[in-house]
């Protein structure tokens, strides 16, 4: 009796399929831990989550639960490979393709990029709101680095990383809604009068295009780049870029 207890608290279903789980992981980490993927955007292993994208939200026995914040409970019943549940994170990945300015067939993440695997992974063939087309400006002053402030989608990875890890605070985010932007802690805004480094955690850890390296460019032909590899977010799982 005692060994089926202990087999019923350390799993929990997930559409159907029984996953473990030890104590401390949540949803989103027993999931992972199983190769089975739930869409997420804003989460890495490295850092505590905190859901601020919501494309990783699950039903959890009938209520509405982000997988990365919510503790995998024992003989909990998680639903998220659902026609509903699908279709509002689609909602979710359009909307941060018009908000900013994302042309894939020119980026060098393309390929390598969380969001645009996402938006494949969700059955996504349009944005289908209008454009906002904002003026965003590229940050070149930085002679390793470049932020391509276009393309940033406020998953704050790179403010998380520069802070707890690299324990230099070069990055930020300001205002709020729509006005959200990437600020960089330095007297002139300006990445190019900070000391930030090409090996910083923070300058490998972006999920799209928007830190990128200088003279690297389209490193890895198409066909090799992660995402053409798996449809899983690698990358979330190493906790590194490519």
């Known amino acids: 009796m005692s060994s089926n207890h202990s087999n019923e608290s350390s799993t929990i279903l997930i559409d159907g399929k029984s996953v473990p789980f030890t104590k401390g992981q949540t949803i989103l980490d027993a999931a992972l ?9 804003c989460f890495n292993p490295k850092f505590k989550p905190h859901g601020s994208c919501r494309v990783c939200l699950v039903n ?8 990365c914040t919510t503790p995998a409970s024992p003989n909990a019943k998680v639903e998220s490979d659902t026609t509903e549940l699908n279709h509002d994170r689609r909602v979710l990945v359009q909307m941060l393709f018009t908000e900013g300015n994302h042309f894939c067939p020119s980026c060098e993440k393309s390929g390598d990029c969380s969001l645009q695997t996402t938006a494949y992974e969700l059955g996504m063939v349009s944005p289908h709101f209008s454009p906002n087309f ?56 300006r990445l190019g009068d900070t000391d930030f480094s090409s090996n910083d955690f923070a300058a490998n850890i972006c999920p799209v295009g928007a830190i990128i390296h200088k003279g690297v460019g389209f490193a890895n032909p198409i066909g090799q780049r992660i995402h053409d590899l798996s449809t899983h977010q690698i990358q979330a799982l190493d906790g590194e870029d490519a």
């Open 60 to 67: 959890v026995n009938g209520h509405a639960s982000c997988a």
């Open 33 to 41: 831990a199983s190769d089975m993927y739930i869409p997420h955007l």
């Open 134 to 189: 904002p003026i965003r400006e590229v940050d070149a002053s930085h002679p390793e680095m470049l932020i391509d402030h276009n393309r940033c989608i406020f998953c704050s990875l790179c403010v998380r990383a520069s802070r707890e890890i690299d324990c230099k605070d070069i990055f930020g985010l300001s205002e709020r809604g729509a006005k959200t932007k990437l600020t960089v802690n330095s007297p002139t805004g």
